[in-house]
């Protein structure tokens, strides 16, 4: 079973331009969401999709973030206009609403780390 | 306000030694905790759960403790073996759903040395 993937692994861009990062969830699993950990502090949710439905975007930083899961399969998020406190490591994680060998865990991708300069 | 913190950025342990991370709470709407691992480069990887109902879970070498009065719980690890030298996140579910946002900890740096 592939596990969770993320696009790109790093991106650099500057201040002001625009970034789109993708993330393919785990095939089955309804939950998605976005984390972003800055300058090696704690992992912070950002939003959570069930299917193609934000059910939490509490965790949203401003409105220059927004964040997509068309047909409820993977998932985008754009930056737009970037600004230099945006940059991190933006991890994607997916989950089944139900069942499995622990209902709460959430399977992590690999990450993309945003570098604005 | 960070409602998940973990205090000791760094532990450095000797190979086949106990490590013992720990991980403090502030909100009482918690009730369902876990430890990630995270190693450079990749994705935090699920490790071991616990939940609020109960006070201890072990799985291998690793054993959970949850102190709910201290809103404290502790990951030990025994023995440390190198491998296990990674980043060590904790992590907490609120509200009694199984598939709500993770509220994380700074993380805990665990180096085992051979």
Same mark, same amino acid.
């Given at each position: 079973? !592939?596990?969770?993937?993320?696009?790109?692994?790093? =991106?650099?861009?500057?201040?002001?331009?625009?970034?789109?990062?993708? $993330?393919? #969830?785990?095939?089955?699993?309804?939950?998605? +969401? /976005?984390? *972003?950990?800055?300058?090696?502090?704690?992992?912070?949710?950002?939003?959570?999709?069930?299917? %193609? =439905?934000?059910?939490?975007?509490?965790?949203?930083?401003?409105?220059?973030? @927004?964040?997509? *899961?068309?047909?409820?399969?993977?998932?985008?998020?754009?930056?737009? #206009? !970037?600004?230099?406190?945006?940059?991190?490591? +933006?991890? $994607?994680?997916?989950?089944?609403? !139900?069942?499995?060998? &622990? *209902?709460?865990?959430?399977?992590?991708? #690999?990450?993309?780390? @945003?570098?604005?300069? | 306000?960070?409602?998940?913190?973990?205090?000791? #950025?760094?532990?450095?342990?000797?190979?086949?030694?106990?490590?013992?991370?720990? $991980?403090? +709470?502030?909100?009482?709407?918690?009730?369902?905790?876990? /430890?990630?691992?995270?190693?450079?480069? %990749?994705?935090?990887?699920?490790?071991?759960?616990?939940?609020?109902?109960?006070?201890?879970? %072990?799985?291998?070498?690793?054993?959970?403790?949850? &102190?709910?009065?201290?809103?404290?719980?502790?990951?030990?690890?025994?023995?440390?073996?190198?491998?296990?030298?990674?980043?060590?996140? $904790?992590?907490?579910?609120?509200?009694?759903?199984?598939?709500?946002?993770?509220?994380?900890?700074?993380?805990?740096?665990?180096?085992?040395?051979?």
């Amino acid at each position: 079973e !592939a596990g969770v993937t993320q696009f790109p692994s790093h =991106s650099v861009i500057e201040k002001g331009q625009t970034v789109t990062l993708r $993330c393919d #969830p785990i095939s089955g699993h309804d939950n998605l +969401y /976005w984390y *972003r950990r800055v300058m090696g502090k704690e992992i912070k949710f950002l939003l959570h999709f069930v299917k %193609e =439905s934000k059910q939490d975007e509490s965790g949203m930083p401003n409105n220059r973030f @927004l964040a997509e *899961r068309t047909g409820g399969t993977y998932s985008t998020l754009k930056v737009q #206009p !970037a600004e230099l406190e945006d940059s991190g490591v +933006y991890f $994607c994680a997916s989950s089944q609403l !139900a069942g499995g060998r &622990n *209902r709460y865990e959430q399977y992590f991708g #690999p990450g993309t780390r @945003l570098t604005v300069t | 306000d960070q409602q998940v913190k973990q205090n000791s #950025p760094s532990l450095s342990v000797q190979e086949g030694r106990i490590s013992i991370l720990n $991980c403090d +709470y502030t909100n009482s709407m918690f009730d369902y905790f876990l /430890w990630y691992k995270k190693y450079p480069a %990749e994705g935090p990887t699920f490790l071991i759960s616990i939940s609020s109902i109960k006070d201890k879970n %072990e799985d291998g070498r690793f054993t959970v403790f949850l &102190n709910k009065s201290a809103k404290h719980l502790s990951l030990h690890i025994v023995p440390s073996q190198p491998g296990d030298s990674a980043v060590y996140f $904790c992590a907490a579910y609120a509200g009694g759903t199984s598939y709500g946002k993770l509220t994380f900890g700074q993380g805990t740096i665990l180096t085992v040395h051979p």
